[in-house]
Nanobody, 126 residues
Framework: QVQLVESGGGLVQAGGSLRLSCAAS????????MAWFRQAPGKEREFVTV????????EYADSVKGRFFISRDNAKNQMYLQMDSLEPEDTAVYYC???????????????????WGQGTQVTVSS
């Protein structure tokens, strides 16, 4: 089992920045792929970004490319999401996810991840 805890959410004005963190514990060796998803009210959970174990492979949703940046520090069992140039459309609950494999073609699917955090709210005001 891998336990995931997100932090760093909050309220920010449009154009601002936030940095989310995801702390992993337990069998962290099973967190080969780590990802961020988000869910806005009334909408389905959607993929944001993913990173592989070594950090040399990442993917981003088109809506966040060039604004969001994912990274991880395996020594600290942490994953991060730097969010810049935030827009009101980025308002959502952000979830950290982890899984034992990095899927090169289906990384955007929620069912590829075995472990999920409880989420952290990000609100961007206009």
């Amino acid at each position: 089992q891998v336990q995931l805890v997100e932090s760093g959410g909050g309220l920010v004005q449009a154009g601002g920045s936030l940095r989310l963190s995801c702390a992993a514990s337990g069998r962290t060796g099973s967190a080969v792929a780590m990802a961020w998803f988000r869910q806005a009210p009334g909408k389905e959970r959607e993929f944001v970004t993913v990173i592989n174990w070594s950090g040399d492979k990442t993917e981003y949703a088109d809506s966040v490319k060039g604004r969001f940046f994912i990274s991880r520090d395996n020594a600290k069992n942490q994953m991060y999401l730097q969010m810049d140039s935030l827009e009101p459309e980025d308002t959502a609950v952000y979830y950290c996810a982890a899984g034992p494999r990095y899927y090169y073609t289906s990384y955007y699917r929620t069912n590829q991840y075995d472990y999920w955090g409880q989420g952290t709210q990000v609100t961007v005001s206009s």
